[in-house]
């Protein structure tokens, strides 16, 4: 059997190792910290990071334990310039829970799955050769050789793998120093909201956590200036006040202040090999707009199922080749609006000023911006439609996809709430177990069945055929669907936009793989995927 080494127990080695082993591959985790790591980190997860919790049967307790952001306001002192709220139907678009908790809930899982995180293990060398790759792990007994079929990466910003592969890092850091600290505060700010004060010293924003009056601040300083962060309180208090432009609230600090600065750095390459890389080895950027750790959770996702079908012998290698296709302009458009976000948040040039306060601000309250500052704030809608995956549209294909607005193959695949023909509710991303899963509208036609038995011919037991039907009373089913689902609110017809007898496949990273809209063979798309990597 194959076997993959990940190479850092962070979120993002974790949301992997969960990945491989619910699809049955052996996978061993080192780290070389003596445990999990402590102290402020990243607060944000996505809509789109909780999702893939979910998926990977990670969640638990953090939908409950965390606060739901509902809402931001950018201030100029006490003056508030801008504020936007999600309506009360709207779901949330971050969740607000520390970094610790998420990789808890991941550890619980991995553990759940059989898997082993060996902590005390770093990696020190890499050796190629007959085939697999071999890592050198230096532990409390020493040195020993740790042979695989595939090494991942997953070990942060200074990640050893990344060097030892010969892969650069390319990039810079910006000059400003930021400081990060959590704090009991006591004044009146609502506890969904997070809140932002611009100064000509630099930001100051402060975002709600778990647990009555708990805040994390975050600062920027300016260029080559220095405080003391021994004394974390007074410098929170100092930092407040003059940043606030009002008396400094009552407050306790949690721990200490923690210092650092923003790099904006990409992999050249997230593939060398047998080696891969993965999360912030392979992507660094401001942490502005919470984006860091989720990143890393999307990486995870989209390797997991690509690298199971070729750890199992039923893909070929270079399906891992869209992977990086798929991820690195991802990562790319991530550092550079985070970047954007950060100099424009800290510019005090009198032009940018002008241009954030009286046109940037103003137009974030409108609804269509709004929505649409939301909507990439929860990473839902990223996808991969350039991607070496997506089908090209036959002719008339792309028209009907316009004319619809229905997503197309490299999107997400919109969650709905669907009713099993029990009357139980559940979701349709939770019907898909994780793997393949072809959505079929419409009474079944023979066209659709010879779909489904192409498909499940190359899938096997991988493959879900879900009927969606108005009613239980409209769905006329066949022996060759594998579960009937009740779109009982329309909401699947809402996020697909089907037309007459469509089908949609989704991959198991809950992407459209391919829709009968584009016109083209599915099996052949299918089979070019496992046997090429690519389908163009
Ligand atoms: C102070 C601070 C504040 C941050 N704030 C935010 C924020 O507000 N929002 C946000 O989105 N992101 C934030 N981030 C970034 C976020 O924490 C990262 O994006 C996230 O941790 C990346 O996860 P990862 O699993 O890829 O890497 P990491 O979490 O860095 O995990 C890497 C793991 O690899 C291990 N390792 C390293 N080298 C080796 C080796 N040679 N052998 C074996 N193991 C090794 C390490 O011990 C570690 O456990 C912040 C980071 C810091 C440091």
């Known amino acids: 059997m194959a076997t993959v080494l990940v190479v850092g127990a962070g979120p993002t080695g974790l949301a992997l190792a969960c990945e491989l082993l619910g699809r049955g591959v052996d996978t061993v985790v080192a780290d070389r910290a003596p445990g999990p790591a402590a102290g402020s980190r990243a607060l944000g997860l996505t809509a789109r990071g909780m999702e893939i919790l979910h998926w990977l049967g990670a969640a638990g307790e953090l939908p409950r334990r965390a606060v739901a952001a509902m809402g931001a306001g950018v201030y100029a002192g006490p003056r508030r310039l801008a504020h936007v709220r999600a309506r009360p139907q709207e779901p949330p678009s971050v ?84 400081l990060i600290a959590d704090a009991r505060i006591d004044w009146d700010r609502p506890a969904d909201e997070t809140a932002v004060w611009l100064h000509p010293d630099g ?32 410098l929170l208090r100092r930092l407040l006040a003059e940043r606030r432009g009002e008396p400094a609230p009552r407050l306790e600090a949690g721990g200490p202040v923690s210092a650092f600065r923003v790099q904006r750095r990409l992999a050249a390459r997230y593939r060398s090999g047998r080696v891969l890389l993965a999360g912030d080895a392979a992507h660094v950027h401001s942490p502005s707009g919470g984006q860091g750790m989720n990143l890393g959770l999307g990486d995870a996702h989209n390797l997991g199922w690509k690298l199971a079908l070729v750890a199992n012998g039923r893909a070929a290698p270079e ?30 040039r009198a032009a940018h000023r002008l241009l954030r306060e009286w046109v940037v601000l103003p137009l974030s309250r409108t609804a269509p911006v709004r929505r649409q500052l939301m909507r990439a704030v929860s990473q839902l809608d990223t996808g991969y439609r350039r991607g070496p995956l997506a089908p090209a549209t036959a002719p008339g294909g792309r028209a009907l996809e316009l004319l619809t607005g229905a997503p197309r ?128």
């Open 95 to 178: 969740f607000l829970i520390g970094q610790a908790e998420v990789e808890a809930a991941l550890r619980d899982r991995v553990a759940e799955l059989g898997g082993t995180i060996r902590w005390e293990h770093e990696l020190v060398d890499l050796a190629a050769g007959d085939g697999r790759v071999t890592a050198i792990l230096k532990g409390p007994q020493g040195e020993a050789r740790h042979p695989a079929d595939w090494l991942v990466g997953c070990d942060g910003a200074h990640s050893t793998t990344r060097s030892l592969a010969g892969i650069a890092f390319e990039g810079d850091a910006l000059p400003q120093t930021f």
């Open 203 to 234: 930001v100051l924003a402060a975002l709600p956590m778990p647990g009555d009056g708990q805040w994390r601040i975050t600062a920027s300083l300016p260029e080559g200036a220095r405080v003391d962060t021994d004394r974390p309180e007074e």
């Open 319 to 348: 399906l891992l080749d869209s992977y990086a296709a798929e991820r690195r302009p991802v990562a790319a458009a991530t550092v550079r609006d985070t970047t954007a976000l950060t100099e424009a948040a800290l510019s005090d």
């Open 409 to 536: 193959p490299g999107d997400r695949g919109p969650d709905a709430e669907v009713r099993l023909p029990d009357g139980s509710t559940g979701t349709l991303l939770a019907r898909m177990r994780g793997g393949w899963s072809l959505l079929l509208f419409g009474p079944p036609t023979p066209v659709q069945r010879e779909l489904a038995t192409g498909l499940r011919e190359r899938l096997g037991p991988d493959l879900r055929v879900l009927k969606v039907a108005n009613s239980t009373k409209t769905a006329n089913t066949a022996s060759w669907v594998d579960e009937l689902l009740v779109d009982h609110c329309r909401a699947v017809r809402r996020g697909y936009r089907p037309a007459r007898r469509d089908a949609v496949l989704l991959r198991p990273d809950g992407h459209i793989g391919w829709r009968a809209l584009r016109g083209t063979d599915p099996v052949s798309w299918l089979s070019a995927l496992l046997d090429r990597g690519a389908v163009r």
